[in-house]
């Protein structure tokens, strides 16, 4: 009796170390990808010190802290020689790589691999915008120079029925992609199309009571009660250049946004109008309010926060003088307000010089700049609709009118 007691002892010792993790939770691997929440940080690779970021560390250390999604923007490099197809020539940009930087998806790319490789049990996804308009084979290039392409998941198109979390995990393809344009599963059937398997809530929030759980993209889901989808939570905020607008992140407000009278809320209520929990919530400044704890409660797990996110570590160290001093940090955030400045300047002083009714000039086809009134300008400007989205002058090379519709989303 005593060595059958040890023999049935030493069995549950075995079977609890043995036990399998899924996302930090055992519960989670027989659980599908899609019945789960996720925290999906918004425009992740933008946490340097620059008004236009939308966190505040990077992105091993959003995904050590439990985050297991990344938005990403891919824009063209301005000084890439072949923009649509170099795998180096994507570049992680805030609307316009002038105003925030965030290095190439390549240099991304190889950090997420390093993780997910050194991270087994955990299942990641991706979402691009493809504000560039990259090809499928300029994504999947980017991917092959960082190793992650070994890591990725493949979903047949038009399946929604996805694995569990552990089925992927042990198939060693966990790292789920989705873009917003330009896909072709023809081509490279891991970059899924995001609107065909997914939708999502109005992103352009400026206050809190304009969430809300309507559906916004795209118009016409393909099956919305099986489709996955992205609740947006995040603010936006206005700053004023002269007469140029560009949208902030609300870093100052972001504890009560990502509260439970806030983000719970709106995740409670899409909850109740779809019939089913959001699969993504997206937010800005993860390490406020308690994220974390909203994305457990809704996935009925519990949670307990460390004493201190890695993130609230990161940020404290590079605002006292660690790995980013302070003085280092100040003239970082001093340099980009300035730079914001020059860009405005620049560019509406480039613009005066057009007729005083734009969108009469932008409709009509091929109009002539008129001659500028003080010193003499150069042959008279034509603009083409077809490529009105391009302005080059003065070293500024932007798509300001094909960003437009969704520069609050880069």
């Not at 047949?156 to 060693?172: H, K, Q, R």
């Amino acid at each position: 009796m005593y060595i059958s007691s040890l023999a049935v002892l030493a069995l549950a010792t075995v079977s609890v170390s043995a036990q399998q993790l899924c996302n930090g939770y055992a519960e989670f691997c027989n659980k599908h990808y899609n019945s789960l929440t996720y925290l999906l940080t918004h425009n992740a690779y933008g946490y340097v010190a620059n008004p236009a970021s939308n966190q505040a560390c990077p992105i091993p250390t959003q995904l050590t802290d439990g985050v297991r999604g990344l938005k990403l923007s891919a824009i063209r490099s301005s000084n890439a020689t072949t923009a649509g197809t170099d795998a180096n020539s994507i570049q992680l940009c805030h609307t316009s790589c002038t105003i925030l930087n965030g290095g190439s998806a390549v240099d991304t790319l190889t950090k997420i691999t390093e993780w997910v490789k050194a991270n087994p049990n955990e299942v990641v996804t991706i979402m691009w915008n493809n504000l560039g308009n990259f090809t499928p084979t300029a994504f999947e290039a980017a991917y092959n120079a960082s190793g992650l392409t070994d890591y990725v998941h493949t979903q047949a198109y038009g399946n929604l029925t996805w694995p569990t979390l552990g089925e992927m995990i042990s198939s060693g393809k966990r790292v789920v992609n989705f873009v917003d344009e330009g896909t072709d599963t023809h081509q490279v059937a891991w970059l899924l199309p995001e609107w065909d398997f997914c939708f999502e809530t109005p992103y352009n929030n400026k206050n809190e009571s304009s969430f809300s759980c309507t559906i916004d993209r795209p118009t016409e889901p393909n099956d919305p009660t099986e489709s996955l989808y992205i609740m947006n939570h995040f603010l936006y905020g206005t700053l004023r250049l002269g007469a140029l607008e560009i949208e902030i992140p609300q870093k100052g407000t972001a504890n009560v946004t990502n509260g439970n009278s806030s983000l719970l809320a709106q995740a409670q209520q899409c909850k109740s109008t779809f019939g089913r929990q959001p699969t993504f919530l997206e937010i800005d400044f993860y390490n406020k309010g308690n994220t974390l704890e909203i994305a457990a409660a809704l996935n009925n797990v519990s949670y307990t926060r460390p004493s201190q996110l890695q993130c609230d570590v990161y940020e404290a160290t590079a605002s006292t003088g660690g790995s980013g001093s302070s003085s280092d940090a100040s003239t970082l955030m001093y340099s980009s307000t300035v730079l914001l400045s020059l860009v405005a300047t620049v560019f509406f002083t480039y613009m005066s010089t057009f007729s005083k009714n734009l969108f009469d000039v932008l409709g009509d086809g091929e109009v002539p700049r008129p001659a500028a009134p003080v010193k003499e300008e150069a042959a008279p400007v034509v603009i083409d609709k077809k490529n009105v989205a391009k302005i080059n002058k003065d070293g500024i090379d932007q798509k300001i009118f094909h960003l437009a519709a969704r520069a609050s989303k880069g």
